[in-house]
């Protein structure tokens, strides 16, 4: 009598969603906030978005700079830096208008989650990493979102492969909360909708990146108080669908 291994059945049923997730800091003077935003795409949209974040990040924007470029990066261009110094700011934030639009018209949801450094730097647990909380603060509100919203869909998880002190940080949590499955019962741990690693891409050929990276800019920017993006957050905040702060 011949013996086989029980093989558990595939769930057929589960559909893929990508989640680009990035993290926003101001990085030349003392900020407020430290924020980490994500956008879930459906793959079923994800030509035509990269289709249009294509035209307006850069087809758009290349006569302005007059030439090519390798990659939109949300805060050089909205503070003109190399190499959009000939890019006016009222542009760059045009330019962001039409990523939001999108954002909105595809129903994609935002989800972010913030660390008020201020608070932060006065509790008692003051030494703890930003970047930490609220990465962990903002995948397990992506979890969230999958029970409520796509209970039989996976989320493949999407970072910048840049600062190597983040991307460590990231890892860590993700796999403290994502735990490497067993069968029989399957068993994923906390982020049961994430699939089993996260992964990192370069930003300059990612438009999901890049689109994560304008909407957590414009949400530090609201958290932090800076009027002339207001009107963008406003916008955009018909697409955010969880988020946290903390220390509360």
């Avoid at 980490?36 to 990040?57: M, S, T």
């Avoid at 840049?162 to 403290?176: I, R, T």
Wanted: hydrophobic share 40%; glycine share 6%.
């Amino acid at each position: 009598m011949s013996h086989h291994a029980r093989v558990p059945r595939l769930g057929l049923g589960e559909n893929v969603r990508i989640i680009y997730i990035d993290d926003s800091k101001e990085e030349k003077r003392p900020d407020k906030f430290q924020v980490i935003g994500a956008v879930i795409i459906n793959d079923a949209i994800f030509d035509g978005l990269e289709q249009h974040l294509a035209y307006y990040l850069y087809e758009l924007v290349e006569p302005d700079v007059g030439k090519p470029f390798e990659e939109c990066h949300a805060c050089d261009l909205l503070a003109g830096n190399p190499p959009f110094e000939n890019v006016k700011r009222q542009r760059a934030i045009e330019i962001f208008s039409h990523a939001i639009a999108a954002v909105n018209q595809m129903n994609i949801p935002v989800i972010y989650a913030a660390v008020d450094l201020v608070r932060l730097n006065t509790a008692t647990y003051g030494s703890a990493s930003a970047v930490d909380m609220a990465f962990r603060s903002c995948v397990q509100l992506i979890e969230q979102w999958f029970k409520e919203e796509s209970p039989d869909s996976l989320g493949l998880l999407v970072s910048d492969n840049g600062d190597k002190g983040v991307k460590e940080a990231m890892l860590k949590s993700f796999h403290l909360f994502r735990n490497r499955a067993i069968s029989s019962p399957l068993v994923r741990g906390v982020l049961e909708h994430l699939h089993d690693d996260m992964y990192f891409g370069d930003s300059k050929f990612s438009k999901g990146i890049q689109l994560a990276d304008i909407c957590t800019l414009i949400i530090r920017r609201h958290l932090a108080g800076y009027e002339d993006t207001e009107d963008l957050y406003q916008e955009l905040s018909r697409s955010i669908v969880k988020h946290s702060m903390e220390p509360l």
